[in-house]
């Protein structure tokens, strides 16, 4: 079994017949052959069969009515006591409120509401308390008028089920609907879009002894499996996004080895979203002991995700991030025109 991976053109000067990837703003002419315990090998785009090349060209559907053609920016809020990061900064419903419209106005394409860290060791919280904390602020934020997709982090059924009706538009479930056996048949029958994340193992355990045997090639071929029981639950791929779960069961070296090669992911067909900000392995790396203080880092690696087609970056710092894709894009994609002012659509 081989995989394809496009390798995305870093300059704008194009040559002659590079193809679109995923009908994004990218190019690639090359591909990476990938086979376990093999080294891998780089052939012409051309030389592929147009079956094998379909999924890495075609442009990606709309997601909640926003275009896949350039990278989103998924704000995060985490209304939760003990989130790694802005833990407890956002818990009372006042502040959550605050934090929505400030990321709005940032310049968020998407927000984030999550109920339940995730992070390494965190404790599972009851669905009803996870309702409580997340349904409000989504069900405030549609009477504020916010018009912005709003994407439900959950595990659980009723959870996001309480989410969708209180004006959610899309699910993001960090265990890719292994967890809640409820959550694939509400997702098919509420035609929301949902976020298929890798993990190994659960919050509690995950980051004691990961292994892999080839992680990259691991965590694609379980995606591959999670897309196909999603399709047979009654969801079209056209409504899935597919996320590799960057420090979910991974060590500093699996995290590299996926993000070096995320272009991979295009085979899947669906939208990549990617989830590294300010993640213990920026600390890591940077010699940051405070999650709050690696924005930098995780722009670095959100724009190193954006060079390989990612199509969603689920950060904290909004504006840093937004500000960081403009130029990224103004200097690399000769095709477009720059964005001015900041209000660009
Ligand atoms: N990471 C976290 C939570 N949800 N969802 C997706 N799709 N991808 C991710 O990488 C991801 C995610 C963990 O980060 P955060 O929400 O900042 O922290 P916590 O889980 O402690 O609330």
Redesign the pocket.
Known sequence: MHYVRPIPLADPARPEGALPLAGGPLFFDRVEILERGRTPLILPARELDPAALAPLTAPRPPLAGLSMGRPRVMG?L?V?P??????GRFAALPDALAQAQALASDGADIL?I?GE???PG?AEVDAADEISRTAPVIEMLRGQGLSLPVSI?TRKAAVAEAALQAGADLV?D?AALTWDVGLANLVARSGAPV?L?HAQGTPQTMQADPRYDDVLLDVYDWLAERIRAAEAAGIPRSRIVT?P????GKTLEHNLAILRRLSLFHGLGCPI?L?????RFIGTLSGEPLADRRMGGSVAVALAAAAQGAQIL?V?DVRETRQALVLWRAVTCEAEEPARGGTQA
Not at 275 to 279: D, E, L, Q, W
């Open positions: 995060i985490n939760t003990d989130s790694f990061s802005d833990g984030d999550g860290s995730t992070r965190a982090d993001n960090v976020c994340m996320d779960g960057i420090g979910f979203l989830g590294a900000s300010r993640k689920r904290h």
